[in-house]
């Protein structure tokens, strides 16, 4: 399928939204589409998944909009694109009526799983490589896709900056971007750059939708990407810009474990509410 032909179903969402976790299904049974704007989960997690979990599944994807975060398709692997998988993600998304789906831009496989998100690295060989495994899986699919800026803690055969990579991948691959503010806060720490200059390096005018998390802090100077805790003052800032330089885009959080109790969890939620607001009225005054 020819890149002019992809649909970009990243305008079906809005809002503020929250990652599904099967250890929320109880949880946030009596929530409303009012509180929680759009869900996201992982597909594999729900691919070929019945009995009662599936129904639990239906009843979420009937009541909310839903994206797809995909974990495990290794975009930058050595090994050949899992088609099968990305069939399977695409029957998964049509029966439950998902909107969107997005991935890491990293690699976890080779001839098995690797189970952790490893760096590509951030040469023109890999731009057009990355890019060409990327349109393919569009073709697949039938629709744009948006790519994760990712965490990283090393930067092998480095021959461009992260953010000439990034750009670089998601112009040849006609992609989207799925925009990590937390990730690029983790990056900023880790190695050593400035987290407003990377910000307004990226091409924001192809954000999908944004990320927001908590992370671990190791050390001064080290920071691990984890979704298990709060999210601190300088990421919220970093929010706030984000939706100053590129307009107020639907925005994600993620909590993957220490996932706190109810009202806690919700008001990080109406925390993004609240700055989304905001920003929207402060781009209004200005004339955006």
């Known amino acids: 399928m020819p890149a002019h032909s992809l649909v970009d179903y990243s ?158 991948v998601i112009k040849k691959a006609d992609c989207a971007l799925l925009l990590d503010v937390n990730n690029i806060y983790v990056n900023s720490i880790n190695h050593n750059y400035d987290p407003y200059e990377f910000l307004s390096s990226l091409p924001g005018e192809r954000t999908a939708y944004i990320h927001i998390a908590g992370h671990y802090k190791e050390a001064e100077d080290l920071r691990v990407d984890t979704h298990g805790a709060p999210v601190i003052a300088s990421v919220w800032d970093l929010l706030d810009k984000t939706y100053e330089l590129f307009g107020v885009k639907p925005t994600l959080l993620e909590r993957d474990f220490n996932i706190p109790p109810l009202p806690e969890l919700m008001a990080e939620l109406d925390e993004i509410k609240t700055r989304q607001r905001l920003s929207s009225s402060i781009n209004v005054r200005a004339g955006l």
């Not at 070929?48 to 009937?62: C, I, M, P, Q, S």
């Not at 439950?96 to 001839?111: A, K, V």
């Not at 990712?150 to 000439?164: G, H, L």
Request: charged share 20%; proline share 5%.
């Open 11 to 168: 305008a079906a969402i809005v809002g503020a939204g929250l990652g599904l976790r099967r250890t929320l299904l109880n949880t946030l049974e009596e929530s409303t589409p009012d509180d929680i704007h759009f869900m996201e989960v992982a597909p594999e997690n729900w691919i070929n998944v019945g009995g009662r979990l599936g129904k639990k599944f239906r009843a979420y994807t009937e009541r909310f909009p839903f994206v797809c975060h995909g974990l495990s398709l290794s975009i930058g692997s050595p090994a050949p694109l899992n088609t099968d998988l990305l069939y399977a993600i695409k029957k998964l998304m049509q029966e439950h009526g998902i909107r969107y789906y997005s991935e890491h831009l990293s690699y976890c496989s080779d001839d098995g799983q690797l189970y952790d998100l490893l760096p590509i690295p951030f040469t023109e060989e890999a731009v057009d490589y990355v890019a060409a495994r990327i349109q393919q899986a569009q073709d697949i699919l039938g629709q744009r896709i948006a790519i994760e800026n990712s965490s990283y803690y090393c930067a092998p055969q480095q021959e461009m900056t992260e953010s000439e990579f990034i750009n670089a």
